[in-house]
């Protein structure tokens, strides 16, 4: 008796379950329904549609060039414009971009995060002709006096390895955007505070410089 009490006492307890799993598995059908659709309509712009969807996508093994659509739960991000932390960052790049979504100064308005190589992508012309794509593109409160108040920003590692301090970075450090001006360059410390990067023409180098705040993105170094 006490087992057919028991059994009967599970039973209005699984259906709401399977007709939660059914609905989840409907929504992620139309999403990836959805998403391929877009991706379909124009290819070029399959990893912008993957950002902004929360979908990854894979190439199929053989070369054929078709693509396998699979579902991915993205953190949510309050003032990214695709709503979701992306999931390419790397880790700093990540810790960076929470930065800004905490950001409670309202000197951030939005931010991106800038794809490499992207057609719609921002990038800084160095003067060796090569394109620097900084890794975030901000949309700051009406102090900064750039176009559309919008500010680049870069996310190093902690100059550990000597690449933060490297001859390519010197560029990166100098050279402005025509319209967004100012680039800036920040690392975390071994003591996990953020710093900009800052170039000293006396030494023609690029060095650690003051502690990066995250209303230095409203001024134009």
């Not at 799993?21 to 391929?36: C, H, I, N, R, Y």
């Not at 990893?47 to 929360?54: N, P, R």
């Not at 996508?57 to 695709?82: D, F, Q, V």
């Not at 559309?148 to 550990?160: F, Q, S």
Request: include cysteine; charge should be positive.
């Amino acid at each position: 008796m006490s087992g057919a009490t028991a059994t009967a006492g599970r039973g209005p307890g699984i259906h709401p379950l399977r007709r939660f799993q059914a609905e989840a598995v409907e929504t992620m059908g139309k999403v990836f329904k959805d998403t391929s659709a877009l991706i379909e309509a124009d290819f070029s712009r399959r990893q912008e549609v993957a950002l902004a969807t929360g979908v990854t996508l894979l190439r199929s093994p053989t070369g054929s060039g078709k693509t396998l659509t699979i579902g991915r739960a993205l953190e949510g991000a309050e003032r990214s414009l695709y709503g979701v932390f992306p999931s390419d960052m790397n880790k700093e790049e990540l810790v960076f971009a929470r930065l800004l979504d905490r950001d409670q100064t309202g000197t951030v308005v939005w931010w991106l995060r800038n794809q490499s190589q992207a057609r719609w992508a921002v990038s800084i012309v160095l003067p060796n002709g090569e394109r620097h794509f900084p890794d975030f593109v901000v949309g700051v409160d009406q102090r900064r006096k750039s176009e559309d108040h919008i500010a680049l920003a870069e996310v190093r590692d902690d100059g550990k390895t000597g690449r933060l301090f490297s001859d390519r970075n010197i560029e990166k450090v100098r050279t402005e955007h025509a319209r967004y001006r100012s680039c800036l360059m920040v690392f975390r410390t071994e003591q996990g505070e953020w710093s900009n990067v800052a170039y000293r023409p006396e030494l023609q180098r690029h060095q650690a410089g003051s502690k990066f705040k995250v209303d230095d993105l409203a001024r134009i170094y």
